[in-house]
């Protein structure tokens, strides 16, 4: 009767515990902690496989803390189209995330008077802003980029203006390219297309990692071994996850050019996150 009574009392104990975790989803985050991040944008976002590049770098600087990226991505993708299909909201309603980093058009706000599409920029980075923080996540306005110095500085004033608006933290990766770019080579943008070298994807990974307040490495980190997406046709509908690319490709910055990356960083406030 005594086991009995004491196996009763281990299994009365048990659910007490497990009611107790339950009841308490923060400790039971803690024992396996997850920190999740969403990409929404286009070529921008996936060449060089930014989430990638991102999670490979996030690993370094808190290898105690698992790391899992999404991305909804299409080439020539806006936010507004991102929006329009659904699949953002599909996607935040499916699976908490963290971190949602928002990207639109190449350059954007910066464009040709009556660009309807770029005039209603605005409207649809307030509306997936709304809609990100509705699903209790954080959202980041990953700003791209103009080739002329004047012009991107003219960018950089307007997006501070639009992110104190909306209260948005943003990574300003345009203004940093031309801060370092120097160093390293005339620009961090491959020629004739505006895209990102791996250079130009290492350092908006390190701004986005700059930007949660979490410390950036200072020892040159390992390779990031993502998907090739540059000729791949991705879908606006679907995860890029549920969607076949290309071959797979490693990349990693050399000693030196890590250093200036790192020395590109703008100060940034302590944030309050759990990385």
Request: hydrophobic share 45%.
């Amino acid at each position: 009767m005594r086991l009995i009574a004491h196996r009763l009392r281990s299994i009365g104990f048990c659910g007490l515990l497990a009611t107790l975790l339950l009841c308490n989803p923060g400790q039971a985050q803690a024992a396996d902690p997850v920190w999740r991040v969403l990409f929404v944008g286009n070529s921008l976002s996936y060449y060089n496989d930014l989430p990638a590049t991102y999670a490979a770098l996030h690993r370094t600087a808190r290898p105690q803390l698992q790391v899992e990226v999404e991305m909804l991505a299409r080439g020539g993708a806006t936010l507004r189209e991102h929006l329009a299909a659904g699949a953002l909201a599909r996607e935040l309603d499916a699976r908490h995330y963290d971190m949602v980093v928002l990207q639109d058009l190449g350059g954007w706000p910066m464009c040709p008077s009556g660009d309807a599409r770029c005039a209603d920029m605005p409207q649809a980075l307030a509306e997936a802003v709304t809609l990100v923080r509705a699903h209790h996540a954080r959202p980041v306005w990953f700003s791209t980029w103009q080739t002329l110095p004047a012009i991107q500085q003219a960018l950089s004033a307007q997006v501070g203006v639009m992110a104190a608006a909306l209260d948005l933290p943003v990574v300003d990766v345009g203004a940093a390219i031309g801060r370092v770019a120097p160093q390293i080579r005339p620009s961090l943008l491959l020629p004739g297309d505006g895209h990102p070298d791996v250079a130009g994807t290492w350092l908006a990974a390190a701004m986005l990692l700059d930007a949660q307040g979490v410390p950036v490495p200072t020892q040159t980190p390992g390779p990031a071994c993502g998907v090739d997406w540059r000729h791949a046709q991705l879908d606006l509908d679907r995860p890029a996850s549920l969607q076949s690319g290309a071959r797979r490709r490693c990349h990693r910055p050399g000693d030196a050019q890590w250093r200036a990356l790192r020395g590109a960083l703008p100060a940034q406030p302590p944030q309050d996150s759990p990385q």
